[in-house]
Nanobody
Framework: QLQLAESGGGLVQPGGSLRLSCAASGFTLDYYAIGWFRQAPGKEREGVSC????????NYADSVNGRFTISRDNAKNTVYLQMNSLKPQDTAVYYC???????????????????WGQGTQVTVSS
């Protein structure tokens, strides 16, 4: 059974850091891209970062570029999102999703992903 499970969210002060994990089961990450998305209250879901199946491509939204880093541990079949210098506007529910293919599109679109985790809440507040 294909599943994605996010963890690592929580409450952090502005300027702080969190590392989100996305544990995949039922498939191997070698064949599919994994994307991170987020959705804040009253806003549309937006793509944050993508890791291609080959590992040769990582994409970031302009709003997080230079602060967030996506990585993958093949042995654990897990993708991570390291989030540094967090801002209140980063507050959202963060989701990981399995790509329909192995590539990361230049612009992350939700329809390019077919399985989603349940999400983990990230709150940045003093």
């Amino acid at each position: 059974q294909l599943q994605l499970a996010e963890s690592g969210g929580g409450l952090v002060q502005p300027g702080g850091s969190l590392r989100l994990s996305c544990a995949a089961s039922g498939f191997t990450l070698d064949y599919y891209a994994i994307g991170w998305f987020r959705q804040a209250p009253g806003k549309e879901r937006e793509g944050v970062s993508c890791f291609s199946s080959s590992g040769g491509t990582t994409n970031y939204a302009d709003s997080v570029n230079g602060r967030f880093t996506i990585s993958r541990d093949n042995a654990k079949n897990t993708v991570y999102l390291q989030m540094n210098s967090l801002k209140p506007q980063d507050t959202a529910v963060y989701y990981c999703a399995k790509g329909r293919g192995g590539r990361c599109g230049a612009t992350m679109r939700a329809y390019e992903y077919d399985y989603w985790g349940q999400g983990t809440q990230v709150t940045v507040s003093s």
